[in-house]
């Protein structure tokens, strides 16, 4: 099957490029549309294929006529289909160009399934099902369902509105599985397919004592709950504990330098800019605890790494996370937006006897492998795309 | 004299306090050109807006081709000068002539002071002064010192050494800016925000206090809704009094990034139904928000000065802040409203229950130190006549 990966720019996120390329590994051709932002990415694998939106406005001119030659040669009523589309959806000469440059590529080189990423575009591509008979799914994930439907009306009406039609709804968790259902999604049409985790060796676990390094990964941004993490790292130094916290992560970083400044924690909390993955796992190799503070999580990927590196994890029960951590059997839940439980957790998790922590990374561990294996991940994608295929 | 005023943005209308400024300096004789990006809508002066900042590579090297041209036809001594106080102090050529373009539009005047509204407008612009011969003079307000410096540390080395007057809002700035490496031997003036009080109304009757039946409480914070403020702990702290069964509403106005943040904290504490962000206002309305409020809060994380309470004590307001530098000046704690340690929102639950429960006769006195003290210490007239001798003694 031709699947068609869409998130708007190209090299996507961390996790869709994971998804791309583990998608061309079940054997499906993976068609990439979108705009390049910074380098033009190259893929090993043949099945990948990418297709660059024009950018700008004079890029988009240079090119179009190209493309509609093309559709005109190999599909007339295509062609004519879309500009029909277009000319329906949008006036004046530059927002027709622009609207173009988004659409036509798609439509020329028609794939089975086109597979959206973040649900607010959804309604730009409602059209390729209607019009050209593409299958369109929806991955669930992030804050565009888990935090906007739920403060913003208009998104919440949206989502009502179109989720009912859509053909297949790809869920990072059962949890945010039974949101999308609470915003109109049919059951049936989703299937929840874990992330897929390297097998990986166990770390070897801190046995002297101080201090207790925690350390956080991902962007700088309030749903992760940083200010919070700092509080609980107040709570637990001025108990006496003996600790040092590392966020790693990209964006502003401004707020939590002013609080830690004004908690007076500039000698136990340092914050490190994004890095690479490699190294990051390196950091996270080297500290005791993983500390995942988050308001809402869809299901946070670093935890499964931690886990399945048998670093032992203190997480918000927020979201998904649930699905990964049993309560004192595979790492600790706090409950989400609460400081003062969250360092009792931690302070819990780190003064365990090492033969009980011992057992509870390995359990851990296994749970990563069990549930979310390639094999899985790979399994559950192609049996998306087919049951998909053959709803009508 | 002339002077020149640098922002980053024409000021909108509700930057009362500027236009303000820009009315006393004229009055007192001298001619106001302000330097910032956008229309003149409502500045009662002359405006010069600073070159397009454009994506395109190409098209920028172009247009800097273009103003530079232009500046070294109108003044080519101003731009030769500008260019060797970069090369002296070791700026590349290239980020030099880059600064020549931003300051382009400043270069080409002739004033006796240029005067950069916030810390921040000067960075880059340091050379700007000297360049066209007058003096320089820097304001510093509140994000400018507290929240730029911390991801650009530094900042500021360069203006230190070629600054020859510093303006801040508040002492507490004074500190935070010798923190940032102001030398003890450049002098600093403390001239603090002003109100004009024949535009606010003065209402000490009829709030919540005076009330046998003590019914819903109005509860007013006047912020952009930006981390800064605090407004995450101020719904902390509503949300436990709300716990305890204290029937309040409390109002917003501001608009800002953090509005998905707030909003969503809201739903968490089940405050949807007491809590209305009202986005952003006109100073009228604004001011008749302050009139129908019967608590004003500002539990700020830090703050240049807060020129909101200043309003709200004038409109009679009792006011609640946190300690943030600016606010144990804006708020004398006890005499003239309370002030409470930041980041405790349990602290700030306990204080506004604790002022709940004072007699009527103890907030009143309170709200009347407070109109007193603003009138006396914060008036507008004051704060013109010291802007007046900043620029002349």
Partial sequence: ?392 | MRIGLVLNSVPNYSETFLINKIRGLQENGHEVIVFAAGKNAILPCKLATPPPVIQSRLWQAWLLVFYLKMLFLKAPKNAIRFFQLEHQSGTPWRQNLENMYLSSHILSKELDWLHFGFGTAAIRKEHTAKAIGAKMAVSFRGSDAYVYPLSHPNCYQKMWRVVDKVHVISKGLQTQLTRLGKPGSLDSEVIYPAVDLTKIPCKTEGRWFSKPEKQRLEILTVARLHWIKGLDQTLKALSMLHAKGLTFSFTIIGAGAELERLSYLTKQYSLNDKVVFKGRCSPEQTLSYYQNADLYIQYSLQEGFGNAVLEAQASGLPCIVSDADGLQENIMDGETGWVVHRQHPEALANKIEEVLSLPHDEVSRIVQNARKRVESTFNIKIQQKAFEDFFTS
């Fill in chain 1, 1 to 392: 099957m031709r699947i068609a990966v869409y998130s708007g720019i190209i090299p996507s996120t961390v996790f869709i490029e994971k998804l791309i390329t583990e998608l061309a590994e079940t054997g499906h051709e993976v068609y990439l549309f979108g705009q390049i932002k910074g380098k033009k990415p190259t893929y090993s694998n043949k099945l990948i294929k990418v297709f660059p939106m024009p950018g700008s406005f004079w890029q988009a001119v240079f090119f179009i006529p190209w493309y509609q030659f093309q559709l005109l040669v190999s599909n007339p009523g295509n062609f004519f289909a879309l500009k029909k589309h277009i000319q329906s959806q949008q006036s004046g000469f530059r927002k027709r160009t622009r609207l173009w440059a988004k659409l036509i590529l798609p439509v020329l080189h028609q794939p089975d399934v086109f597979h959206i990423q973040w649900a607010k575009s959804l309604a730009d591509w409602f059209f390729l099902k209607e019009l050209f008979g593409v299958k369109l799914a929806v991955s669930l994930r992030g804050s565009q369902i888990n935090i906007s439907p739920q403060i913003e009306p208009e998104t919440a009406a949206l989502y009502q509105g179109l989720f009912p039609r859509v053909d297949g709804f790809h869920a990072v968790s059962h949890a945010i599985a039974e949101r999308a259902i609470g915003l109109g999604a049919q059951k049936e049409r989703i299937q929840v397919i874990y992330s897929a985790q390297k097998t990986r060796e166990l770390i070897r676990l801190n046995t002297t004592k101080e201090p207790c390094r925690l350390i956080s990964v991902g962007r700088f941004h309030w749903v992760k709950g940083y200010s919070l993490a700092l509080e609980a790292v107040k709570h637990l130094k001025d108990a006496g504990v003996s600790l040092h916290y590392t966020i790693v992560g990209k964006g502003k970083q401004e707020e939590i330098l002013l609080q830690i400044q004004l908690l007076g924690l500039q000698d136990c909390v340092s914050l490190q800019a994004e890095k690479p993955h490699t190294e990051v796992l390196q950091l996270m190799a080297e500290s005791d605890i993983m500390v995942l503070p988050s308001y809402e999580e869809g299901i946070a990927n670093v935890v499964l790494e931690a886990m399945s590196m048998g670093l032992p994890v203190v997480s918000s029960n927020c979201g998904g996370m649930q699905e990964a951590i049993t309560d004192g059997e595979t790492g600790f839940l706090f409950e989400s937006g609460h400081a003062q439980e969250l360092a009792s957790k931690i302070q819990l998790c780190y003064s365990q006897n090492p033969e009980i922590k011992a057992a509870m990374v390995k359990k851990a561990q296994e749970h990563i492998r069990n549930n979310f294996s390639e094999s899985a991940f790979k399994s559950g994608f192609s049996r998306f795309y087919t049951q998909m295929a053959d709803t009508n």
